[in-house]
């Protein structure tokens, strides 16, 4: 006969469950996640989850900048959404499936950036991301100086693909042959903040104002080997993201 010991135990301990959420929300990537992933990446209750977000934000290892949606403290803003209108690029729901499609689409790593246009200076906020199980980029980012993990939430707008997109469409920006080669393509290419990771990106408007940006993070190889399908799966997301910002848009103007 077999005794069990009394200290076994037949699931997580309380501090291997604290563990556990912090770990699924860096690996949900940088920006904010909406409480059900979270959830449905731990595999505990609505309640235990609930419970460690809402005390990990009392200690200030998670930033909570609106109902359900919750992100990692490292190398946040003092508030994320301080400065940006509500529903910046797009209502939440419809954001996460349009990045889960292109995530499909291109098995690459997909992130969506507001611009903040403040003070004088542009930079690009990345608002949500979908790294699905790309392990290879995970360890990489895991890898990177804190410094570095900063920079793929906020940058400035020349710093990558992603603002260089937005500030091609700004009425302030003194045309060149880059911002107008931008405009003519549709996208931008540039080296990504995480070490030999590429960007690929497309603007995001709101009538004829730019918003933000969507992009695609891949290997170079990868990149470069599947760019023709990439780009017309990235600006047609963009696209429809576009047309829904305007449509939600005008709907608010007519509820006022």
Request: charge should be positive; glycine fraction near 8%.
């Amino acid at each position: 006969m077999t005794i069990q010991s009394p200290f076994d135990t037949t699931g997580p301990t309380s501090h291997e469950r604290v563990f556990r959420v912090y770990q699924a929300v860096e690996e949900l990537g940088p920006g904010v996640h909406p409480m059900w992933r979270i959830i449905e990446n731990t595999k505990y209750t609505k309640s235990t989850v609930h419970r460690i977000l809402s005390a990990g934000v009392r200690a200030e290892a998670f930033i909570h900048p609106r109902q359900g949606q919750y992100g990692l403290a490292r190398g946040r803003l003092t508030n994320p959404a301080e400065g940006l209108p509500d529903s910046a690029v797009m209502e939440d729901g419809v954001l996460y499936r349009e990045l889960s499609l292109l995530q499909r689409q291109t098995a690459q790593v997909v992130m969506v950036f507001s611009a903040v246009l403040v003070g004088g200076t542009g930079s690009r906020l990345c608002l949500h991301s979908n790294m699905a199980k790309r392990a290879d980029f995970q360890a990489a980012l895991a890898r990177c100086a804190p410094q570095v993990r900063d920079r793929l939430t906020m940058a400035p707008l020349h710093a990558d693909a992603a603002g260089l997109v937005i500030q091609a469409y700004l009425d302030d920006v003194p045309a060149s042959g880059y911002t107008r080669e931008i405009r003519a393509e549709g996208h931008a290419l540039t080296h990504a903040p995480v070490p030999g990771w590429e960007m690929l990106a497309a603007p995001l408007f709101r009538g004829r104002t730019v918003t933000g940006a969507i992009a695609v993070l891949g290997l170079p190889t990868q990149i470069q080997r599947h760019r023709h399908s990439y780009v017309p799966a990235l600006m047609q997301t963009a696209a429809r993201m576009s047309r829904r910002s305007e449509g939600a848009a005008a709907m608010t103007l007519a509820a006022a």
